[in-house]
């Protein structure tokens, strides 16, 4: 597939992603434009840039009516959002905009009135955390891998050595879980082939909506999963089972249904009617 077909393929993908997944935190607009923006590089003329940013912010209006007044308000916030992740993770820009500048930054965009202060904080906490950027054109990364997956989303998941609880971006494609630390990664940190592995409904007496996969043949075992540690170098998964987080009862249940399915999945009938149609279009 020629670059510019995966850019399009991923960026529509990313555009027509379930708007109401992750959308209902406050931190939500950046997030959504993190991936926008990953999906695919801004034009250099400014009319085009306009335009899609303008389809951005119509597009994000329409799946999150009342978080602001106008598409006016959601276009310039993005353009903020944008300006203060350079300022704060350029390592050219010496001077590091406080909270206070960008506040000043966005007085009055919002019809006329100001965006509350704790929405405010919590963009520029997001931004300050997570910076994004969009990926470099060098060919060698996985983004090819997650064209169209069964699903993606964010989930909580519990430490195999150390038992905490840590945020990660899931996604599920060719009968492997992927999870990463930001939506712009361009490496997983970790991934677990579904293979022989059961996934379930758990009770947690410390996180609610609880899934877990483990492999029922080989209790006592370590699934065969991999990792990247602190220094980068890829390691084996410590985990003999994994349980994660949703953020609702249906949540959990989309996850466990879609694992399920992809655990079970035959590929061979995938192969043959692959063919089948190469075959045809020779015809």
Not at 12 to 37: G, S, V
Request: net charge positive; with cysteine.
């Amino acid at each position: 597939m020629a670059q510019r077909e995966k850019e399009l393929c991923i960026g529509r993908k990313k555009f027509n992603m379930d708007p109401m997944k992750e959308l209902r935190q406050e931190e939500a607009t950046a997030d959504t434009l993190k991936q926008f923006l990953w999906s695919f590089r801004l034009p250099g003329e400014a009319q085009k840039i306009d335009r899609m940013m303008e389809t951005f912010a119509s597009r994000y209006c329409l799946c999150n009516p009342g978080v602001f007044q106008s598409t006016d308000t959601c276009y310039v916030l993005s353009f903020s959002i944008i300006m203060l992740n350079t300022s704060l993770h350029n390592p050219n820009v010496r001077d590091r905009p406080p909270f206070e500048r960008f506040v000043s930054m966005n007085r009055g965009i919002n019809d006329g009135s100001d965006l509350p202060e704790e929405q405010l904080r919590n963009l520029f906490d997001s931004i300050k955390s997570e910076p994004f950027s969009i990926p470099e054109d060098d060919g060698n990364d996985l983004t090819h891998t997650f064209f169209k997956p069964d699903r993606e989303g964010w989930l909580l998941k519990l430490g195999g050595r150390v038992k905490t609880w840590k945020r990660r971006w899931f996604i599920l494609t060719d009968s492997c879980l992927y999870y990463f630390e930001f939506t712009t990664d361009k490496e997983p940190r970790g991934i677990i082939p579904l293979e022989n592995l059961s996934v379930q409904k758990v009770d947690d007496p410390k996180k609610p909506f609880c899934l877990e996969l483990c492999n029922p043949s080989c209790r006592g075992q370590k699934i065969k999963a991999c990792k990247t540690d602190g220094d980068g170098k890829v390691v084996e998964g410590k985990h003999e089972s994994y349980r994660i987080s949703a953020s609702s009862a249906e949540e959990r249940d989309q996850w466990i249904e879609a694992i399920r399915a992809s655990i079970t999945r035959v590929p061979f009938y995938d192969l043959v009617s692959a063919r089948k149609k190469k075959i045809a279009s020779k015809q």
